[in-house]
C-alpha cells in the first residue's frame, strides 16, 4: 500500500503601508537634500514612507585613516567632500577599529578629502578606518525619521540640488529651483540642512523675506542649537 502525504498551502500577504501625496498645498513638505541622495541634481522624489526616503539615500563611503590629537579626530577619504573649508556637517562613522571612534558628530571640513569631528577621549591607534555618511544623509535619515514617527497621513518629497561648493551657493540653488519649478506653487513647507543656519543664516532670511507676505504660504524651517 502506498503512503499518502498532504501538503498543507499556506498563503501570506504582505502589505507596504504608504502614505498617500499631499491634496493640498498646505500638507506639501520637502527636505532639502544638496547630495545626499541618488538622485539626479535638480530633481525631486516623493517619498511615502522611510523606507522609499531610506531607498535613495548616498550610500556610506570608505574612510582612509583616522588619526586622533588633543581630542580631535582627523578623517581622510579619497572621496571630494564637495564643500568649503570650514562647513560643517552630521556625520555617522561605522565599522571603525577600535570601535571609539564610531558615531554620530558634528563635522568640519579641513580640506577636499578631510574633515574633523570632536572626540574627547584618545581612542588609541586606528587599526581599521571603517566608513563615512556624506554630508546631507544623516541629516535626511534623522527627518524622515522624525517626520514619519508623525504618522502617515501624507509623505515628504525630496528635492536634491546637488553638491554645492559652500552652504550660500546652496541656499542660491534652492531660490533657483523654486524659481523654476513651483509654477504653480508646489510646496508649502521647506526643511533645510541645520548647517545653513550656522554657516549662513543672513542668507536664508533673505531666501525667507522674498515670500514674506500676508497671504505667503511658503515657510523654511531649519533645525538649529
Known amino acids: 500500500m502506498a503512503n499518502v502525504q498532504t501538503a498543507t498551502i499556506v498563503n501570506l500577504n504582505t ?40 531607498a535613495i539615500l548616498q550610500p556610506a563611503v ?5 588619526t586622533w590629537a588633543s581630542s580631535v579626530v582627523t578623517a581622510t577619504t579619497s572621496a571630494t567632500l564637495g564643500l568649503s573649508t570650514g562647513t560643517t556637517f552630521t556625520v555617522v562613522i561605522a565599522g571603525a577599529v577600535p570601535a571609539a571612534y564610531n558615531g554620530t558628530y558634528t563635522a568640519t571640513v579641513t580640506g577636499t578629502d578631510t ?22 544623509t544623516a541629516f535626511l535619515l534623522d527627518a524622515g525619521t522624525t517626520f514619519f514617527a508623525q504618522g502617515g497621513s501624507v509623505g515628504v518629497f525630496v528635492i536634491e540640488l546637488g553638491p554645492q561648493a559652500s552652504d550660500a551657493a546652496a541656499i542660491t540653488a534652492l531660490q533657483t529651483w523654486i524659481t523654476n519649478n513651483e509654477q504653480p506653487q508646489q510646496f508649502y513647507a521647506y526643511l533645510l540642512p541645520p548647517s545653513w543656519d550656522t554657516d549662513d543664516s543672513a542668507a536664508i532670511k533673505t531666501l525667507a523675506g522674498n515670500y514674506s507676505s500676508a497671504q505667503g504660504l511658503r515657510y523654511f524651517f531649519v533645525t538649529t542649537t
Request: hydrophobic share 30%; proline share 9%.
Open 15 to 54: 502589505f507596504v503601508t504608504q502614505a498617500p501625496q499631499p491634496s493640498q498645498v498646505q500638507q506639501s513638505g520637502a527636505l532639502i537634500s544638496t547630495g545626499g541622495t541618488t538622485l539626479t541634481a535638480g530633481s525631486s522624489q516623493y517619498c511615502g514612507n522611510l523606507t522609499a526616503l531610506t
Open 62 to 66: 570608505a574612510l582612509d585613516s583616522l
Open 115 to 136: 574633515f574633523t569631528y570632536p572626540l574627547t577621549a584618545n581612542p588609541g591607534t586606528e587599526t581599521a578606518p571603517g566608513t563615512y555618511t556624506v554630508p546631507d
